[in-house]
């Protein structure tokens, strides 16, 4: 089967530190999201990519936070500096949406666990 | 903005019984999807079932279906014969062709023997 694959797994870094997380779409895909999950607030999207152009990134602090797509191959999300409550699970997601077609559901990555301490 | 709700932060069903999770979203939009995932222990969030507004027949995949009312804007997960292997977080998610997932707050099932 087709997988979603995200690096790391687990990340614990220090408070200031720099964070990159990767997600590989589903070859073939043409839509990325990036969410994140915590208890408090659950599944709140970050950012997303259509052929890689970012399509909205308004969830997103803008001062810290940074969501690219290098390639079709590639999306990255980094955070710097890094503060604790940047503590959570962050989910990389790919779907293809055909025009007048529509969605036929998003497959997502095992995420990545950011803890900052 | 379209919102999404389950109301049932927490269920419990007997193994090889039939449980039914809630979910209830607003929208504006007449044509848009409708989906189930699943996310268990593990983290990963799996997909269950699929539905388009437009289509009035009920999706299901094995022993999972749904009830779609889309004027009352009701979406319920009905899981059959239940499996010590359905414990999970259940999450419902509304989109439209080509933007966002928006997510329910999830409802946590258990599966008791």
């Known amino acids: 089967d087709a997988r979603v694959t995200q690096t790391p797994r687990d990340k614990v870094t220090e408070m200031g530190q720099e964070v990159t997380m990767r997600c590989q779409p589903i070859l073939g895909h043409n839509t990325v999201f990036w969410y994140r999950q915590t208890m408090m607030q659950g599944l709140e999207l970050l950012a997303y990519?259509?052929?890689?152009?970012?399509?909205?990134d308004s969830g997103m602090p803008k001062d810290r936070f940074s969501a690219e797509m290098p390639d079709a191959t590639l999306a990255t999300l980094k955070i710097q500096p890094s503060e604790p409550r940047d503590s959570a699970v962050y989910f990389c997601?790919?779907?293809?949406?055909?025009?007048?077609?529509?969605?036929?559901?998003?497959?997502f990555g095992s995420g990545t666990r950011l803890t900052v301490v | 903005a379209q919102t999404v709700t389950q109301s049932q932060p927490e269920m419990s069903v007997q193994e090889a019984e039939t449980v039914t999770l809630s979910c209830t979203y607003d929208t504006s939009e007449s044509d848009y999807y409708l989906f189930w995932y699943k996310q268990p222990p593990s983290r990963q969030m799996i997909l269950v079932i699929r539905?388009?507004?437009?289509?009035?027949q009920n999706a299901t995949e094995n022993r999972f279906s749904v009830n779609f009312q889309k004027a009352a804007k009701s979406f319920s997960l009905k899981i059959s014969d239940s499996q010590l292997g359905d414990a999970a977080m259940y999450f419902c998610a509304y989109g439209t062709s080509g933007s966002r997932l928006t997510f329910g707050e999830g409802t946590q099932l258990t599966v008791n023997p």
């Open positions: 539905q388009e507004a437009y289509k009035q």
């Open positions: 997601a790919s779907g293809l949406v055909l025009h007048r077609q529509g969605v036929y559901g998003y497959t």
């Open positions: 990519f259509r052929n890689r152009a970012p399509l909205d």
